[in-house]
């Protein structure tokens, strides 16, 4: 009982608030080339926690690194749900623009000539 209520608190919710906590976000930018620079260890000995906090770390380290306008400013008053929200939007549509950039489809199944003849 005691271990599932305190396993309850690492879930994907709380991971995303610590992905977006600047002091977690500054110390990913040292680390994004290095993964060994974020926590002092080889990204093969992360926790499965560790590694989806230092993947959701990287996504919004790519987000900033990529966006020129429209950055949000955090202040006193920020709530967790609304840096997640602009978080996801941001690199939802930076996807959607290199899928764009690409040519790949923006939806659905991308189906290619070796898919068709299996």
């Known amino acids: 009982m005691i271990y599932s209520n305190n396993l309850k608190k690492f879930n994907d919710e709380n991971f995303k608030k610590v992905a977006v906590t600047p002091v977690?976000?500054?110390?990913?930018?040292f680390a994004y080339e290095d993964s060994s620079l974020f926590?002092?260890?080889?990204?093969?000995?992360?926790?499965?926690?560790?590694f989806e906090i230092f993947n959701?770390?990287?996504?919004?380290?790519?987000?900033?690194?990529?966006?020129?306008s429209d950055v949000i400013s955090i202040h006193s008053q920020t709530k967790y749900s609304d840096l997640i929200r602009?978080?996801?939007?941001?690199?939802?549509?930076?996807?959607?623009?290199?899928?764009?950039?690409?040519?790949?489809?923006?939806?659905?199944?991308?189906?290619?000539?070796?898919?068709?003849?299996?």
């Open 24 to 29: 977690f976000l500054n110390l990913s930018g």
């Open 39 to 50: 926590l002092g260890k080889n990204v093969m000995q992360y926790t499965t926690y560790q």
């Open 86 to 118: 602009w978080y996801n939007d941001q690199s939802d549509a930076i996807e959607l623009r290199n899928k764009k950039a690409s040519g790949r489809s923006e939806g659905g199944i991308s189906v290619t000539h070796r898919d068709v003849n299996r």
């Open 56 to 68: 959701l770390l990287k996504r919004n380290m790519r987000v900033i690194s990529e966006i020129s």
